[in-house]
């Protein structure tokens, strides 16, 4: 309790120190270089009539996807990779599942009460809706794919806590249609990528060249769909029960 | 299952009300994209949110949901904080817990009468039964252990308006 009261003043009061010395005693010099140059060419050429355009009043968008664009690429990849990574870790043949899948039938079926289920429901609901909105409005407003994926990721939570891992996976979110899902947004962000490349003679990831803001948007709808499956798929794998997964890698059934 | 039959409007319109008022703007865009979205949501959930959309339709409900809106708000809240807050000064409370039978059929009417419960001050819905029979609740005044007397302080009209909201 002492401890806790210590870590968090020092931490108010470094706040404090660091955003004097930014704001009033100027230690970054940022009071008589206002925008940088670099940080003008983003606000001028995020949004504009002329050839070098993103087609997005949202710069920090037109940032992540077009200017570096690469770097969100290869960190898609990334995510992908430890997915991959976490999959064959805990991959299991067709009849360890089904040895899983009897083995968790026997486990006491608990699900909370009536309360929390109904209210999940309605909030299971809101954070959906509310997730597509971000997603599919990141070239318009703050917000995008991985924003809206990781809202949706929560929505998935909340159901595996309140109801129950089996419920999901009767509704149909089993562990091969969530990889279909992921591969589905893997595969839309590959083709916006290199779309312009066979379509317009541009470079890999040079999305002005299609038309509108096709380009950022699609981006955003395919990491939105990637992360959100992604990070169900996790969440499907890790939800078996340690006991179970013990059992079955040692072959200790009767 | 036959598609049609999948199709829930309740919940159609539910996304699509969430989504245009998460949006903040009704542009051609915003239309287009949200009716994408709730069709494919409506579609994958069916009818787990909503089961029976004609209710939806009846002006009855509607009309007593907003009824029973301004009248909790206004009247039993103030009613109850002015109680809660004279306990706070002259530090009269015998606290307990109690147990309430419900009546109302439908799970979402239920809940309404159990977070109307939880959000007047005073008292708090603990648990309710597997079953959802019984309400398990904690009242600061438990002032009578009469069954038909403990509905009356605690649920009051609640659950009136939840069977005729809901069921």
């Known amino acids: 309790m002492k401890r806790d009261v210590f870590v968090s003043i020092s931490f108010l009061m470094a706040f404090l120190l660091i955003s004097y010395a930014i704001t009033v005693k100027d230690v970054l010099g940022m009071a008589e270089n206002p925008l940088r140059p670099l940080g003008g060419f983003y606000l001028r050429h995020a949004f504009a009539p002329s050839n070098l355009t993103s087609h997005s009043p949202e710069v920090v968008t037109a940032i992540v996807w077009n200017y570096r664009g690469f770097d969100t690429l290869f960190e898609t990849f990334v995510f992908f990779l430890s997915i991959m990574g976490a999959l064959s870790i805990f991959r299991l043949t067709e009849e360890q599942e089904k040895e899983a899948r009897s083995l968790e039938s026997r486990e006491p079926h608990r699900h909370m009460d009536l309360i929390t289920r109904a209210t999940t429901k309605l909030v299971v609901i809101m954070i959906v809706s509310i997730s597509a909105s971000i997603a599919l409005h990141g070239h318009l407003t703050p917000g995008g794919g991985f924003q809206g994926g990781s809202a949706m990721a929560v929505a998935a ?34 083709a916006t990528a290199i779309a312009p490349v066979f379509l317009y003679d ?53 | 299952m036959n598609p049609l039959k999948r199709f829930s409007p309740g919940t159609f319109a539910a996304v699509l009300a969430v989504y245009l008022f998460y949006t ?22 069916g009818h787990w949110l909503i089961e029976n959309d004609l209710k939806l339709l009846s002006p009855k409900r509607w009309f007593y949901a907003a009824l029973y809106g301004l009248r909790y708000f206004l009247v039993e ?32 009417g239920k809940v309404l009468v159990a977070n109307s419960i939880t959000n007047t001050p005073g008292t708090v819905v603990i648990d309710i039964s597997d079953d959802g029979k ?34």
């Open chain 1, 157 to 190: 939570l909340l159901l595996f806590a309140a109801f129950s891992k089996f419920t999901l996976e009767r509704k149909g979110l089993t562990l091969g249609h969530v990889i279909t899902a992921y591969a589905f947004g893997l595969a839309l962000i590959l």
């Open chain 2, 134 to 167: 019984w309400l398990y609740v904690h009242w600061i005044d438990v002032s009578t252990l009469d069954e038909e007397e403990i509905k009356r302080k605690v649920i009051a009209y609640f659950e009136e308006y939840a069977k005729r909201i809901f069921d």
């Open chain 2, 24 to 45: 903040g703007s009704v542009s051609k865009y915003d239309l287009i994209t949200g009716f994408i979205v709730a069709l494919i949501v409506s579609f994958l959930i």
């Open chain 2, 77 to 108: 809240e103030t009613k109850t904080h002015i109680d809660v807050a004279k306990r706070i000064f002259t530090l009269k409370a015998n606290p307990g817990i109690i147990r309430i039978p419900l009546d109302v059929e439908s799970d979402y």
């Open chain 1, 202 to 254: 541009g470079r890999l990831l040079q999305i002005n060249l299609l038309p509108g803001e096709t380009g950022l948007l699609n981006l955003d709808v395919g990491e939105y769909i990637a992360v959100t499956f992604g990070f169900l798929m996790v969440f499907l794998v890790l939800g078996i029960s340690e006991w179970i997964f013990k059992v079955i890698l040692r072959g200790e059934i009767e």
